[in-house]
Antibody
Framework: EVQLVESGGGLVKPGGSLRLSCAAS????????MNWVRQAPGKGLEWVSS????????YYADSVKGRFTISRDNAKNSLYLQMNSLRAEDTAVYYC??????????WGQGTLVTVSS | SYVLTQPPSVSVAPGQTARITCGGN??????VHWYQQKPGQAPVLVVY???DRPSGIPERFSGSNSGNTATLTISRVEAGDEADYYC???????????FGTGTKVTVL
């Protein structure tokens, strides 16, 4: 069974940093691209970042480029999102999602990030 | 940047058919995927590549895509179908994934 479990969310002050993790199991992690998708309270889904299976290709939404860094450790079956210079508008539930031919076929349950003073 | 537009809400009686549109410039040339999200839960893929269903998704869910509009159709709507629905594409011109604005389906 495919499982994706996010962790690392919490309350952080504006300008602060946070690192999210996503632990994957139930599939060959190193064979799939992975993504982060977020959802602000009461709002729609917003794609944040994508990383290919070997980390060769990395993409970011314009709203986070230069502030967020996606990475992965295939030996640990883990996906990460380093978030710096956080803003109030970054407050959201952050989901990791498996990428299967440009479709997000499995999602984690999400971790809440709150940016507030 | 590429924009996908959905109606904010669709209301439908049980047993009837709900149609949710997703508008985008020449969207018919792209593969469209649809997600269902119930309150407090993660999204679930219900249709991929315009009209294919993942295993476990009822045949009542179907999709089509042509021209500037993609459509998710839910036949014989049930109370359990009440949720938010999002379309999604990969925009190769910007190397970005794009989600639609989302549609809340209410079962009357």
């Amino acid at each position: 069974e495919v499982q994706l479990v996010e962790s690392g969310g919490g309350l952080v002050k504006p300008g602060g940093s946070l690192r999210l993790s996503c632990a994957a199991s139930g599939f060959t992690f190193s064979s799939y691209s992975m993504n982060w998708v977020r959802q602000a309270p009461g709002k729609g889904l917003e794609w944040v970042s994508s990383i290919s299976s070997s980390s060769s290709y990395i993409y970011y939404a314009d709203s986070v480029k230069g502030r967020f860094t996606i990475s992965r450790d295939n030996a640990k079956n883990s996906l990460y999102l380093q978030m710096n210079s956080l803003r109030a508008e970054d407050t959201a539930v952050y989901y990791c999602a498996r990428d299967s031919q440009r479709t997000f076929d499995y999602w984690g349950q999400g971790t809440l990030v709150t940016v507030s003073s | 940047s590429y924009v996908l537009t959905q109606p904010p809400s669709v209301s439908v009686a049980p047993g009837q058919t709900a149609r949710i549109t997703c508008g985008g410039n020449n969207i018919g040339s792209k593969s469209v995927h649809w997600y269902q999200q119930k309150p407090g839960q993660a999204p679930v893929l219900v249709v991929y590549d315009d009209s294919d269903r993942p295993s476990g998704i009822p045949e009542r869910f179907s999709g089509s895509n042509s021209g500037n509009t993609a459509t998710l159709t839910i036949s014989r709507v049930e109370a359990g179908d009440e949720a938010d629905y999002y379309c999604q594409v990969w925009d190769s011109s910007s190397d970005h994934y794009v989600f639609g604005t989302g549609t809340k389906v209410t079962v009357l």
